[in-house]
């Protein structure tokens, strides 16, 4: 059995943040997307942002570039292309982003959470969208 790791993570870095609250942020809706998908040779990066809005006056925006060392060609090219091999590695980075957040916005007006979430499977380039249910909502 061969254990070598088919690519490295090479880490994330904050691009852009916008926080705009007065009291506890609780947002209705957070949106996830990934966009500039870029793939030369073995390194491969993206973009994430994440946008959360309570009302107009009341609302986050975070964007983050990941990047990646690809390191088997042979698996990168059963994944399928560039959109495939981004749903793959998002889940790899987004519960180091879902911390960041939570870390930034933890002031006294209290912390950002992002729901801990199971992403395998899911072909985010497609867009993710996280809805709040209310808990009479949920029966």
Same mark, same amino acid.
């Given at each position: 059995?061969?254990?070598?790791?088919?690519?490295?993570?090479?880490?994330?870095?904050?691009?852009? #943040?916008? =926080? $705009? @609250?007065?009291?506890?942020?609780?947002?209705? !809706? *957070?949106? %996830?997307?990934? #966009?500039? =998908? $870029? @793939?030369?040779?073995?390194?491969?990066?993206? !973009? *994430?942002? %994440?946008?959360?809005?309570?009302?107009?006056?009341?609302?986050?925006?975070?964007?983050?570039?990941?990047?990646?060392?690809?390191?088997?060609?042979?698996?990168?090219?059963?994944?399928?292309?560039?959109?495939?091999?981004?749903?793959?590695?998002?889940?790899?980075?987004?519960?180091?982003?879902?911390?960041?957040?939570?870390?930034?916005?933890?002031?006294?007006?209290?912390?950002?959470?992002?729901?801990?979430?199971?992403?395998?499977?899911?072909?985010?380039?497609?867009?993710?969208?996280?809805?709040?249910?209310?808990?009479?909502?949920?029966?």
């Amino acid at each position: 059995m061969d254990n070598n790791s088919v690519y490295d993570y090479l880490g994330y870095h904050l691009l852009s #943040a916008n =926080i $705009k @609250r007065d009291r506890y942020l609780k947002p209705k !809706e *957070i949106d %996830i997307k990934i #966009a500039k =998908i $870029k @793939r030369k040779d073995a390194n491969f990066s993206f !973009e *994430i942002s %994440i946008r959360g809005e309570e009302n107009e006056k009341q609302y986050f925006m975070f964007d983050f570039l990941v990047r990646f060392k690809l390191l088997d060609d042979e698996w990168v090219k059963a994944v399928g292309g560039n959109d495939n091999l981004a749903s793959i590695l998002f889940p790899i980075v987004f519960p180091f982003i879902r911390q960041s957040i939570f870390a930034a916005t933890n002031d006294s007006l209290g912390p950002i959470f992002i729901p801990i979430i199971d992403l395998r499977g899911i072909r985010i380039t497609d867009g993710l969208k996280l809805i709040r249910k209310e808990k009479e909502d949920i029966l």
